[in-house]
T-cell receptor, first 117, second 112 residues
Framework: DAGVTQSPTHLIKTRGQQVTLRCSPK?????VSWYQQALGQGPQFIFQ???????QRGNFPDRFSGHQFPNYSSELNVNALLLGDSALYLC????????????????FGPGTRLTVL | AQSVAQPEDQVNVAEGNPLTVKCTYS??????LFWYVQYPNRGLQFLLK??????LVKGSYGFEAEFNKSQTSFHLKKPSALVSDSALYFC??????????FGSGTRLLVRP
């Protein structure tokens, strides 16, 4: 049973560029959440996708956008990269049990380390 | 504002001794609480969760956590620490809008 996978593992970009990160959820899961983890901090919630719609969003600017595909995989896009966007980006999958998100356990992928120069 | 706090940046313990990693929460409604562990350059691994029921929750790798509603705490415990338990531990809770909020993390160092 495959767990949550993310690609790429590492990425280096320059300021102003755009980046796309990818996530495949754990088998049987239909909900994908994205988090940003800056160095030395806990993960911060970016947004969550369920049934191909953004269901919840954290305090992140519109430069951060996402998409969920019919097979439940997801992408995180960040436009106009800033130095402060350098972080570990984590994807988590879970089983959506209600329109409010439910309380199911989230399982995390290994993350994508983004460095913005 | 709803929040999760981990008051200790680092916990040091000798191998074989019991360990406790502290967590307190401030959320609306009934709390749904989680502990995750993160090894270097890795994602978060789920250890255990409290939804309802017994205040003592047992999880993976011999870890357990005690929910205390009056003290709004959810401390992680293990009776006998291993060197391999050395890692970064995060406490988390769903907030009232079903976003998962994390504490700042506690680094556990188990010395041989």
């Amino acid at each position: 049973d495959a767990g949550v996978t993310q690609s790429p593992t590492h990425l280096i970009k320059t300021r102003g560029q755009q980046v796309t990160l990818r996530c495949s959820p754990k088998s049987g899961h239909d909900t994908v959440s994205w988090y940003q983890q800056a160095l030395g901090q806990g993960p911060q919630f970016i947004f969550q996708y369920y049934e191909e719609e953004e269901r919840q969003r954290g305090n992140f600017p519109d430069r951060f956008s996402g998409h969920q595909f019919p097979n439940y995989s997801s992408e995180l896009n960040v436009n106009a990269l800033l130095l402060g966007d350098s972080a570990l980006y984590l994807c988590a999958s879970s089983l959506g049990t209600s329109s409010s998100g439910g309380t199911d356990t989230q399982y995390f992928g290994p993350g994508t380390r983004l460095t913005v120069l | 504002a709803q929040s999760v706090a981990q008051p200790e940046d680092q916990v040091n313990v000798a191998e074989g001794n019991p360990l406790t990693v502290k967590c307190t929460y401030s959320v609306s409604g009934n709390p749904y609480l989680f502990w995750y562990v993160q090894y270097p350059n890795r994602g978060l691994q789920f250890l255990l969760k409290y939804i309802t029921g017994d205040n003592l929750v047992k999880g993976s790798y011999g870890f357990e956590a005690e929910f205390n509603k009056s003290q709004t705490s959810f401390h992680l415990k293990k009776p006998s620490a291993l060197v391999s338990d050395s890692a970064l531990y995060f406490c988390a809770s769903w907030d009232s809008s079903y976003k998962l909020i994390f504490g700042s993390g506690t680094r556990l160092l188990v010395r041989p």
